[in-house]
């Protein structure tokens, strides 16, 4: 075992074990070179080019051998070599194998009573010359050729009375924590939130850029969403058993309004698989595995909805959610009539959790268009969607892998951004799927879209919708103080543009503002500064 120092360092005892292998040697001036030749004539058994590379405190760091008796042989040697000015042996604190090299110098802090006299004879014992004063009582030491190793002058230090902090300055290599994104095997398949214009190997149907900027702002924030942001997907069922649903994440104030219980699963019969989909793309977990949602690292609050669309139905989902603390709510869905205005009872329950909901920020609310290629709110041709054009509603329309319109997607003056999802000339989203299996009448049969746990052809508003959910967890991780309406003007204003047909507001009945970007809006949301026009 090697030798081992503890100190007292940082607030902590810190461990120092010598190193088996390396030491460090600083050379005298204008003697590199020749130290150079001292390191290479050591008959070590091992030689690491790396190692040799590594400068810490002006010292060389140098495998000297590989075991402590051969490197501590070895480092007597080099301190023989007329080239060599300083030989200090290499420390770590861990079992990474990290080295910190003691540079000489130590930092003595005395307490207030502490006299000169006191001073001096600890200086004097150990040999020390004074670098810095700081202060009256604190100092930074240097040892001298006559003195014990930093490393046990700053532990004997430590037991003297009068000193209240002796630590050695320790030289150890530095490191960018560069952000490192989810290692999850699918994710390279999810061209909505990247795309490189390369698809399961395929360079056709797909655009470089045509994508939500979903990784790009990842990496801006260096997150991948916060926990206390809880998103609300209301939708047919759940399946939370799923390793991208249940796996290392946060799920909140589950309810199925259906059962009247607190487990939103999906039924076989009915074959809900929409909602588990939807979730995937919002909030997909990064755990190393299948896919990742928009904003793996937030709260999810899976809701399955009731019966029917009632006025009592609608008002207990909406308040259902504010009361809980949804801070926003994906809504893939709408009435299967073509030609449905909300009544008063439905608008007033979705206002008040948008305008309300969250202490008073408001929810953000988003209701995908449909997929019927036609308008939202055309009375004449029989066509409202009372639900995606709530003036207090996030309407999403889709887009597809190259930067178009999604053939099926709705359109409108309500629209107010568009999404990545699938459509005629595209590819489609991979996202989770129910898993499992059921028997009905004998047979047993995959659960979920397709067979396994993953699917590759979802898609429609209802992808695009929790996409933009997800985008709008990540700006309130952000930035957890904007209001929802807030939330709403910045994916006004960073949108990107794709298509034409932008009046001079710069807004399109097809892709509203533009595709959503991610990257933008997390950018946009810490710098703050949003201005919500009058209504």
């Known amino acids: 075992m090697s030798e081992q120092v503890k100190l007292k360092y940082g607030g902590q005892t810190l461990t120092l074990a010598r190193s088996e292998r390396l030491v460090a040697v600083k050379p005298r001036p204008g003697m590199e070179v020749f130290m150079e030749r001292a390191i290479d004539a050591l008959p070590r058994a091992q030689t690491s080019k790396d190692a040799e590379r590594l400068i810490l405190g002006g010292f060389q760091v140098v495998e000297a051998g590989a075991t402590a008796a051969e490197s501590s042989k070895g480092l007597e040697q080099l301190r023989r070599d007329p080239a060599v000015a300083i030989g200090s042996h290499v420390y770590h604190t861990s079992n990474d194998g990290v080295p910190f090299v003691p540079t000489g110098e130590v930092y003595v802090e005395f307490k207030p009573e502490t006299s000169s006299d006191q001073k001096e004879e600890i200086f004097d014992r150990y040999k020390l010359q004074i670098v810095e004063a700081r202060g009256n009582n604190a100092l930074i030491a240097k040892t001298t050729p006559d003195s014990p190793n930093p490393v046990k002058v700053a532990a004997e230090l430590q037991e003297q009375s009068v000193v209240e902090f002796a630590e050695p300055d320790l030289a150890t290599p530095g490191r960018l924590k560069a952000f490192a994104l989810p290692a999850d095997d699918l994710l390279q398949d999810q061209w909505h939130l990247e795309n490189k214009g390369v698809h399961r190997g395929q360079t056709v149907f797909i655009k470089a850029g045509a994508d939500a900027r979903v990784i790009a702002a990842w990496r801006e924030v260096e997150t991948l969403g916060s926990p206390d942001v809880i998103l609300a997907v209301i939708d047919d069922g759940f399946d939370l ?295």
Request: proline share 5%; with cysteine.
């Open 241 to 535: 058993a799923h390793p991208d649903l249940s796996e290392s994440g946060v799920t909140v104030g589950a309810w199925d309004f259906t059962r009247r219980t607190n487990k939103p699963t999906p039924d076989p019969r009915s074959e809900d698989w929409h909602g588990t989909a939807c979730a995937g793309v919002a909030l997909g977990r990064a755990n190393g595995s299948g896919i990742v949602g928009a904003a793996p690292g937030v709260a999810l609050m899976p809701i399955r909805w009731g019966p029917d669309l009632s006025d009592r139905q609608v008002e207990a989902w909406f308040a259902y959610v504010r009361d809980k603390g949804a801070w926003i709510l994906s809504c893939s869905w709408g009435a299967a009539a073509a030609n449905f205005p909300l009544g008063r009872r439905r608008e007033l329950a979705i206002a008040d959790c948008a305008r309300n909901g969250r202490s008073g920020k408001g929810c953000v609310i988003l209701f995908a268009a449909g997929n019927s290629n036609h308008d939202i709110n055309e009375p004449e041709a029989g066509t409202v969607d009372g639900f995606a054009i709530h003036p207090d509603v996030i309407a999403v329309s889709a887009s597809n892998s190259r930067d178009q319109r999604s053939n099926y997607s709705n359109f409108g003056k309500e629209i107010w951004i568009c999404a990545p999802s699938n459509g005629a000339g595209g590819w489609g989203i991979v996202t989770a799927d129910v898993t499992g299996f059921v028997l009905i009448d004998g047979v047993q049969s995959p659960l979920g879209y397709d067979p396994g746990d993953y699917t590759y052809e979802f898609g429609g508003t209802s992808s695009a919708c929790p996409l933009v959910a997800g985008v709008c967890a990540l700006i309130l991780s952000s930035n957890p103080n904007l209001t929802a309406a807030e939330v709403r003007e910045i994916l006004r204003e960073t949108a990107r543009q794709i298509g034409d047909g932008y009046d001079e507001h710069g807004h399109s009945i097809h892709f509203g503002y533009g595709c959503v970007d991610a990257q933008a809006a997390v950018r946009k949301a810490i710098g703050s500064g949003v201005e919500v026009a009058a209504a």
